[in-house]
C-alpha cells in the first residue's frame, strides 16, 4: 500500500521554542494531506487540510499563526508548532489522500510531542 | 457536523471473535472505515465499506451496515493477541474529504 512517513517519531523541547514536523508520502504524489490532533484518551481531530501551492484551511477553533502548515511540494507538508507551550503536548498525526482513490487516506506513524 | 461514536474498551479471550460497534449521524456518509492504531504507531486503514453495502467481508474482518440505525460494527474472527489495539471508525462528514473519527476502541486480547 502506500507509504507515508512522518518525522521525527517523537520529540521534547522547551516551552517558547518551535518544533516543525514533517510529513510525506514516499511513493506517490498528494496535492491533500491533513493533520489531526489526538488527546489521550480521545479521538483524532481535525486540524487543517494542507493543500499543495495553497494555503492551508484550518478547522475553527484552530490557531493558524500557532500551527503553520506548509504544503510546499506534492510530498511534503510541514506542520510547524510555534512558541509551543505544555498544553500544546500531544500526538500529531498526518494522513495523505491516494489520487484516484477517492476518499481513502493513509497515516503516518504520528508525532509525540513533549512540551516541557 | 457528523458525530461517531464508540465504546471506549472491549476484552476477549483468544481465539473469540471480537465486535466493535459505532455510531454515526450524517446519513449522507458515503464510505464508513475502520482504522487499527498499534501502540506508539500510526493508523492503519483495515477495511471500508460503501454506504450501499450492508455488508462486507475480509478475511477474518466482517463489517456489518445498518443505514437505517446509522450503526457500524467489525468482527474479527478467531482474534489473535497481535489484534490487540486501538480501533477506530471513521465517516466522512463536515465538509469535502474531511474525515470524523471516533472515539477509539481498546481492544484488549486475553491469551
Known amino acids: 500500500g502506500a507509504v507515508v512517513s512522518q518525522h521525527p517519531s517523537w520529540v521534547i523541547c522547551k516551552s517558547g521554542t518551535s518544533v516543525k514536523i514533517e510529513c510525506r508520502s514516499l511513493?506517490?504524489?498528494?496535492?491533500?494531506m491533513f493533520w489531526y490532533r489526538q488527546f489521550p484518551k480521545q479521538s483524532l481531530m481535525l486540524m487543517a487540510t494542507?493543500?499543495?501551492?495553497?494555503?492551508?484551511?484550518?478547522e475553527q477553533g484552530v490557531e493558524k499563526d500557532k500551527f503553520l502548515i506548509n504544503h510546499a511540494s506534492l510530498t511534503l507538508s510541514t506542520l510547524t508548532v510555534t512558541s509551543a507551550h505544555p498544553e500544546d503536548s500531544s500526538f500529531y498525526i498526518c494522513?495523505?489522500?491516494?489520487?484516484?482513490?477517492?476518499?481513502?487516506?493513509?497515516f503516518g506513524q504520528g508525532t509525540r510531542l513533549t512540551v516541557v | 457536523g457528523e458525530d461517531v461514536e464508540q465504546s471506549l474498551f472491549l476484552s476477549v479471550r483468544e481465539g473469540d471473535s471480537s465486535v466493535i460497534n459505532c455510531t454515526y449521524t450524517?446519513?449522507?456518509?458515503?464510505?464508513l472505515y475502520w482504522y487499527k492504531q498499534e501502540p506508539g504507531a500510526g493508523l492503519q486503514l483495515l477495511t471500508y465499506?460503501?454506504?450501499?453495502?450492508d455488508m462486507k467481508q475480509d478475511q477474518r474482518l466482517t463489517v456489518l451496515l445498518n443505514k437505517k440505525d446509522k450503526h457500524l460494527s467489525l468482527r474479527i474472527a478467531d482474534t489473535q493477541t497481535g489484534d490487540s489495539a486501538i480501533y477506530f471508525c471513521?465517516?466522512?462528514?463536515?465538509?469535502?474529504?474531511?474525515?470524523?473519527f471516533g472515539t477509539g476502541t481498546k481492544l484488549q486480547v486475553i491469551p
Open positions: 494522513s495523505a489522500l491516494l489520487p484516484a482513490h477517492g476518499t481513502e487516506a493513509f
Open positions: 511513493d506517490f504524489q498528494a496535492t491533500t
Open positions: 494542507s493543500n499543495e501551492g495553497s494555503k492551508a484551511t484550518y
Open positions: 450524517d446519513s449522507s456518509s458515503t464510505y
Open positions: 465499506i460503501f454506504s450501499n453495502m
Open positions: 471513521a465517516a466522512p462528514g463536515g465538509g469535502y474529504q474531511k474525515v470524523t
